[in-house]
């Protein structure tokens, strides 16, 4: 079954403790970016990743960190979280050598920070 | 700044009406879909329109797209209690259209 996982899936973490959300998709798609969810903010792109070792910024950066290593995996790490980054956290993929620009989406991952 | 601005932010409607949401966007696009989302749960991408295109139809749903109005709107016929949901659009813009700007949303509630 095509799919983007994600995990953890629930986290509740306290302030500067680094930890990482792991996505990984099966659908072989180049493209790979991270977004939040917050109330009345809709989603907002954090970063984004063309291909393998091709990264850039999205509108919302600071505080994260990514890197694509492999196609199939994108994680994003968050080296010391604050309590601004409590959100629900989804990751997407496509693929743009296909023209295809339909996002495939993760169930997500709701981070609380105390 | 929001590339897609929804409206309503909010809709409740009985079982078995249309529901119509619409979107406006500021810049020029490669193309806009719509997705939805159940409460919490990772976006469904449900129709993508390009910029040459007026309208297409998949189902239930119709999308309609003025590209010199910069808007679009989503008509879901004859809805169902499963339809209730938040639904999103999504602009990829002409350079990079990859990357997907969304909205914040419509929340659609389908009353039995």
């Known amino acids: 079954e095509a799919q983007v996982t994600q995990n953890p899936r629930y986290l509740i973490t306290v302030t500067g403790k680094k930890l990482t959300v792991t996505c990984s998709q099966n659908?072989?798609?180049?493209?790979m970016s991270w977004y939040r969810q917050d109330p009345g903010l809709g989603l907002r792109q954090i970063y984004y990743s063309m291909n393998v070792e091709v990264t850039d910024k999205g509108d919302v950066p600071e505080g994260y960190k990514v890197s694509r290593k492999e196609k199939r995996n994108f994680p994003l790490i968050l080296e010391s979280p604050s309590p601004n980054q409590t959100s629900l956290y989804f990751c997407?993929?496509?693929?743009?050598?296909?023209?295809?620009?339909?996002?495939?989406f993760g169930p997500g991952t709701r981070l609380t920070v105390t | 700044s929001q590339q897609g601005e929804e409206d309503p932010q909010a809709l409740s409607i009985q079982e078995g009406e249309n529901a119509t949401m619409n979107c406006s966007y500021k810049t020029s696009i490669n193309n806009l879909q719509w997705y939805r989302q159940n409460s919490g749960r990772g976006l469904v991408h449900l129709i993508l329109?390009?910029?040459?295109?007026r309208e297409k139809h998949s189902g239930r749903l119709r999308v309609t797209l003025d590209t010199s109005k910069k808007s679009s709107s989503l008509l879901i016929t004859a809805s169902r209690a499963a339809d209730t949901a938040s639904y999103f659009c999504a602009t990829a813009l002409i350079q990079g259209a990859q990357k997907l700007v969304f909205g914040q949303g419509t929340r659609l509630t389908i009353n039995p």
């Open positions: 659908m072989n798609h180049e493209y």
């Open positions: 329109i390009r910029s040459n295109e």
């Open positions: 997407a993929s496509s693929s743009w050598l296909s023209s295809s620009y339909e996002q495939y």
